[in-house]
């Protein structure tokens, strides 16, 4: 059974940090791209960090210097540090991952339960 598992999420100050974790389990992980996504009330979720299988990351502009995707192999688990926060990051967070087949001609893609970040004063 595959599963992605996230924690970590929870109420914090604007200015504050949060680190979430996402504990994978039942498939490959160590070879497939990690993803962290949000998605806000009324909006559509929105990539907010990667991790490719050989070390590669990109962040978009709004979270650029703010948060870091990491990975642990021998944990199977990837985390997610989210430093200086603002009132707009608050969303569900989602664990995200994507994992070529066999053939390298198609993807499995798994997804976690979400876990909600809100920053507030």
């Known amino acids: 059974q595959v599963q992605l598992v996230e924690s970590g999420g929870g109420l914090v100050q604007p200015g504050g940090s949060l680190r979430l974790s996402c504990a994978a389990s039942?498939?490959?992980?160590?070879?497939?791209?990690m993803n962290w996504y949000r998605q806000a009330p009324g909006k559509e979720r929105e990539l907010v960090a990667s991790?490719?299988?050989?070390?590669?990351?990109n962040y978009p502009d709004s979270v650029m210097g703010r948060f870091t995707i990491s990975r642990d192999n021998a944990k199977n688990t990837v985390y997610l540090e989210m430093n200086t926060l603002k009132p707009e990051d608050t969303a569900v967070y989602y664990c995200?991952?994507?994992?070529?087949?066999?053939?390298?001609?198609?993807?499995?893609?798994?997804w976690g339960q979400g876990t909600q970040v809100t920053v507030s004063s």
């Open positions: 995200n991952a994507l994992c070529m087949s066999g053939s390298h001609s198609t993807y499995d893609d798994y």
């Open positions: 039942g498939f490959t992980f160590s070879k497939c791209a």
């Open positions: 991790l490719t299988s050989v070390g590669f990351t």
